[in-house]
């Protein structure tokens, strides 16, 4: 499938009174992803998502929908986007295929067949014809998400949608969202605060602080842990390793963590920092790589800050 640009932020700041919410930011979501936005509290994914829907003005820089200027053409930018803020909005008294036709009836121009095919799509044939009433919370959220993509949208865009549901519900909407990304070619924004289902679900990551864009990394790319990596070694007399590391490098950044000492340092290197370790007297009995999760790489971009 054709790869394409389908949400372009450029050089976008948001001002409220004298303070700068958002800072210069600029970033592109693409057909066929789930990018993950993050960030620590106040950082600004509130206000850039609100920016990006036209609910929220934006004070310089510019901001595309496949290739339509929010605000120049609100309309025809915001026909191209599915969302859900936290939880759906469901007639509890209807059964899930009357919710999805009281929401098709909104789009004059979109085929009753549509309703059928996003049933599908989310795996719900077997329960559309039942109450919402007798549903779990995972199959309103899988039910929000069809109801999304009824106008068969460009942009699906999803608010903390794992809020509340058990792991087998997480489990099921991550693979659904990610399946999704793929075989409708569509692009997902998903913002959430946790972190191990973001790893899992997501393609690419753009970590935002203080209203600045800090970095935009492929996911897979990110827990590589390519260039400097953090490295674990077992040593003995561990405080002779960490001052003397301390002395070769302030790269380094020995630290000593479960009788092992932790530092940062690209893999190729190692060797030669092993022969200098054994050389000054100290013996080295273990070396491997620590994976670093995405929440210990979030933590360390944003200086320890806690995700919104």
Partial sequence: MEVK??????????????????????????????FGFLGPNGAGKTTTIKMLLGLMSITEGEMYIDGLNVE??????????????????LYKYLTGYQNLVHFW?????????????????????????????????????????????????????????????????IHELRNHLRS???EENIAIIVSSHLLS???LMCDRVGIIQNGKLVKIQDMEEMLENKGNTVMSLTVTPIEKAKTYLNSLSTKYKPKIKDKEIEIIEDIENIPQLVEKLVAHEIKIYDVHKVHQSLE????EMTGGNQIA
């Fill in 5 to 34: 640009t389908i949400v372009k932020i450029k050089n976008v700041t948001k001002k409220i009174g004298k303070k700068t919410i958002i800072k210069n930011l600029t970033f592109d979501v693409r057909s066929g992803e789930v």
């Fill in 72 to 89: 120049k053409d609100f309309e025809g930018a915001i026909a191209k986007v599915g969302g859900i803020i936290e939880n759906p909005d």
């Fill in 105 to 169: 009836r909104m789009y004059p121009d979109i085929k009753k067949e549509r309703i059928d095919e996003v049933v599908k799509i989310m795996g719900l044939e077997n329960r559309i014809h039942d109450k919402i009433k007798t549903y779990s919370l995972g199959m309103r959220q899988r039910l929000g998400v069809a109801q999304a993509l009824i106008n068969s949208p460009k942009l699906l865009v999803l608010d903390e949608p794992t809020n509340g549901l058990d792991p087998a519900g």
């Fill in 180 to 182: 999704l990304a793929r």
């Fill in 197 to 199: 289902e973001m790893e």
């Fill in 296 to 299: 210990e790489k979030f933590l």
